[in-house]
């Protein structure tokens, strides 16, 4: 037996049509978050790692709906997607594939039913994005969609019961790793037609958003990205908190989180002009030194 049908057993996921729906969202989740479907198997308690794809699941499936297909046509079928979910939370049946792992899921972690329901309500800011003229507009995207988008997988990690705290401290965590995705993409939103940063940075060190489409490697527009990575750090920094705000067999996979963000910002850092024409991402060998000693203090706590 291998160690995802282990998963599928401590989770209590008996079923053989659940099992399969659970097994095909977690090969979907593979092909575009491969190395998360691999932290959270070796870093998680067994019994929480489906419910943790299923949850990546829902949010990849609900996100796409705004980022593909016809741009007139997102909208409708966004909406025909949001009531269906909406339906199926409130009776507690489905018959769409894609919505039986979230509604079981949901069952054994009733927190998530409202948290896939705040995210159903803030995704539609993504549709309408028209980018940030100041910082204060930022933090309210960051309020509106990136926070409910976050907490669909966050409130599995977090403690029990009352999660007021935690998710104050994941609103400081998920405002550290927007921010880091807005600079770290900054080029492939600039060619899909969206400027992520606010226009107010941008006035402040006099750089057009020209310069960021033409990559000028200007020392204005360092300074502009240098200042944004420097917000992120502080930001990652004031985060960490969250870790103590875990049960402890989550920690690893919570701090496993940050340090790729942390590992992030600095590959950002070693070559700020680059990112006017490539994403930036963890150099992979500190990735997976970071991912292995996070899995002996795993095995540490779990034994």
């Not at 016809?70 to 919505?99: F, K, N």
């Not at 100041?134 to 997988?153: N, R």
């Not at 750089?207 to 944004?228: C, G, I, K, S």
């Amino acid at each position: 037996m291998g160690s995802w049908e282990r998963a599928l057993d401590a989770a209590g996921i008996d079923d053989p049509g659940l099992r399969e729906d659970y097994s095909r969202q977690r090969r979907q989740v593979t092909r575009y978050k491969r190395e998360a479907v691999l932290a959270a198997g070796l870093l998680l308690p067994a019994r929480l790692v489906p419910h943790v794809i299923a949850a990546t699941a829902y949010m990849h499936r609900t996100d796409s709906l705004l980022d593909s297909g016809p741009l007139d046509g997102r909208g409708a079928a966004y909406a025909r997607w949001e009531q269906e979910v909406t339906d199926s939370l409130a009776t507690g049946a489905t018959d769409h594939p894609e919505l039986r792992p979230l509604l079981n899921t949901a069952a054994a972690h009733p927190a998530l039913r409202d948290r896939a329901l705040d995210h159903l309500a803030g995704a539609l800011a993504d549709l309408d994005f028209a980018g940030f003229a100041t910082e204060a507009d930022y933090q309210h995207y960051v309020d509106g969609y990136s926070l409910p988008a976050f907490m669909v997988v966050a409130t599995l990690l977090g403690p029990d019961g009352d999660q007021t705290a935690y998710r104050a401290a994941c609103r400081t965590v998920i405002d550290a790793g927007q921010r880091l995705d807005f600079v770290t993409d900054l080029a492939e939103d600039l060619a899909d037609g969206r400027l992520t940063l606010p226009r107010q940075a941008l006035d402040r060190h006099e750089v057009t958003r020209a310069d960021l489409e033409r990559a000028r490697d200007l020392p204005a527009v360092r300074a502009l990205l240098t200042e944004q990575l420097d917000q992120v750090d502080r930001t990652i920094a004031e985060g960490r908190a969250v870790v103590g705000l875990v049960p402890p067999a989550h920690r690893p996979m919570v701090r496993c989180l940050i340090g790729l963000d942390e590992l992030t910002s600095a590959a950002a850092r070693a070559d700020v002009p680059a990112l006017l024409r490539r994403s930036a991402g963890p150099a992979k060998p500190a990735a997976l030194r970071l991912l292995a000693r996070e899995y002996l203090r795993a095995r540490r706590v779990n034994r």
